[in-house]
């Protein structure tokens, strides 16, 4: 085995100003955009599959490579998970001999950090000695048939009426919120932090995937002004990363939070945007010569997702791990390979409805096309239950109902479903509400909705005790008149 070097003796190797003596040391012998070849002297420097490999660029600056295959003889291929402008053919490379590990102590608290746990937020260094390998095997818990039934999931209420009212979350459940450009995703991800980490005993950790860097800064200075950075770890891999930093983003993300879930800590964590991680797996896959599938995703698309989604699970007895994730739909479309292969996972499906969002109904959750396995009446209660299957039902009935209105009115129509549209265009209007993290644009106040009052304003609706006032009394208000 490889005795350990001391880093300041690996710069002087890289930079050609010692010899390598005992160091697993290899050259470049190829460079395509982030793929990079190289070739070791000993079959026994060879480093194994997703080992790191380390270079220096022309500037002297640090690369990090991940191999991904072995080509025969003692060449392999890696892909960069840093910027590979100025490298060299020819420049040494040194065998690690250990994959990517991620910086997981309470320093991070408060700090934005990349895929290698290097701080990207201008705040100074990081002094934590705690590292974890960040590609792990999901944990396996074995099967307790005294508890066959589980634990009683405990309601984690959110503030946003429409999701606690019809998709009630649970502590340790995955909710995914899908949508396509401009339906409002990140702003529901943005709310969630706000109204649930304000309320949370637990810690916090936000992943940003392969997304505007403008979009990270704004959460930071939100959490920042609401004094809410001791609580929350945030990990950034955005857009202009090369796709393998997009990809084991996630997989940083995760390992923070199972490492505080490991210390009884109840864990929120957020992904945005899940999508542009199969998006960076597509781009290894291309770039690694692998035959696509139909669609033109990567061949391993199932397997990748599940590897991290099962990752994603709270400690049986202990802390809960909670996740929410933004997932783009790409041009609208959710039977979209990358979309089934995330929602299969979840436990909530909240679709975003482009044609809500562009009437100026926020959240545009449509409820037709969403789905939450937490609405049972042993989780929420039988009053809570029936009044959300009720709604559902008003819904649907609101919608058949509504292209026949547009075309004879709503004289034509019997009296009995005058009163259903009616109502269900009341319950339409009050499940929007305005949101705190977009005051500025809508200048309304938003606030915490607690779910008993909805509750209470919702029967009320059904019940018929509004049906003399108008629908748009109902719309971006935080409770009934």
């Not at 042993?378 to 809570?384: D, K, T």
């Not at 026949?404 to 269900?424: A, F, M, N, S, T």
Request: with cysteine.
């Amino acid at each position: 085995m490889q005795k350990k070097i001391p880093q300041e003796v690996i710069d002087k190797i890289l930079a050609g100003l010692a010899e390598p003596g005992d160091a697993a040391i290899g050259k470049i012998i190829g460079v395509r955009g982030p793929v990079v070849d190289v070739r070791f002297d000993a079959i026994t420097d060879i480093p194994a599959l997703y080992d790191v490999v380390e270079t220096r660029n022309f500037e002297g600056k640090r690369v990090v490579l991940q191999v991904a295959e072995h080509m025969g003889g003692n060449d392999v291929r890696c892909i960069s998970l840093s910027d590979t402008l100025f490298l060299q053919l020819g420049q040494r490379c040194y065998n690690t001999r250990q994959p990517v590990r991620v910086r997981v102590g309470n320093e991070l608290f408060g700090r934005i950090i990349n895929v290698f746990g290097e701080p990207v937020d201008q705040l100074g260094p990081l002094d934590g000695n705690d590292w974890r390998i960040i590609r792990r095997p999901p944990r396996f818990d074995p099967f307790n048939t005294a508890t066959k039934f589980g634990e009683k999931a405990e309601v984690l209420v959110c503030g946003i009426k429409f999701i606690d009212m019809v998709f009630p979350m649970t502590k340790g459940s995955k909710t995914g919120i899908l949508g396509g450009a401009g339906c409002g995703k990140s702003v529901v991800i943005l709310e969630l932090i706000n109204n649930i980490v304000k309320q949370h005993d637990g810690c916090c950790v936000f992943t940003g995937i392969g997304e505007r860097i403008r979009e990270g800064y704004d959460l930071f200075e939100e959490l920042k002004e609401a004094k809410l950075l001791d609580k929350v770890k945030l990990v950034f891999g955005q857009m202009n990363e090369p796709p393998g930093a997009r990809y084991e983003c996630v997989n940083t993300g995760i390992t923070l939070a199972e490492n505080l879930a490991e210390q009884n800590k109840d864990v929120l964590l957020f992904l945005d945007n899940v999508f542009r991680f199969i998006q960076g797996g597509q781009e290894i896959s291309t770039l690694l010569g692998r035959v696509p599938g139909e669609s033109g995703y990567q061949p391993t698309l199932s397997s990748e997702v599940n590897s991290v989604e099962e990752r994603i699970r709270s400690i049986p007895g202990g802390a809960s791990v909670t996740s929410y994730q933004a997932v783009y739909v790409p041009a609208d479309d959710m039977t979209d390979p990358s979309v089934v292969a995330i929602f299969s996972c979840l436990d909530t499906v909240l679709a975003l409805s482009r044609d809500l969002a562009q009437k100026g109904f926020f959240p545009a959750i449509d409820p037709l096309r969403s789905s939450c396995s937490n609405l049972d009446p042993r989780i929420i209660g039988q009053r809570h239950y029936d009044l959300a299957q009720k709604m559902i039902s008003m819904f649907a009935k609101y919608k058949s109902l509504q292209r026949i209105v547009q075309v004879v009115g709503l004289e034509e129509i019997p009296k009995e479903d005058q009163i259903d549209y009616k109502r269900g265009e009341k319950l339409i209007n009050f499940m929007t509400q305005p949101f705190a993290v977009a005051e500025a644009f809508t200048g309304k106040k938003g606030m915490f909705i607690p779910v008993e009052d909805t509750v209470e304003d919702c029967g009320k609706i059904i019940g018929g005790e509004y049906d003399k006032m108008k629908s748009a009394d109902f719309y971006l208000i935080n409770r009934a008149p």
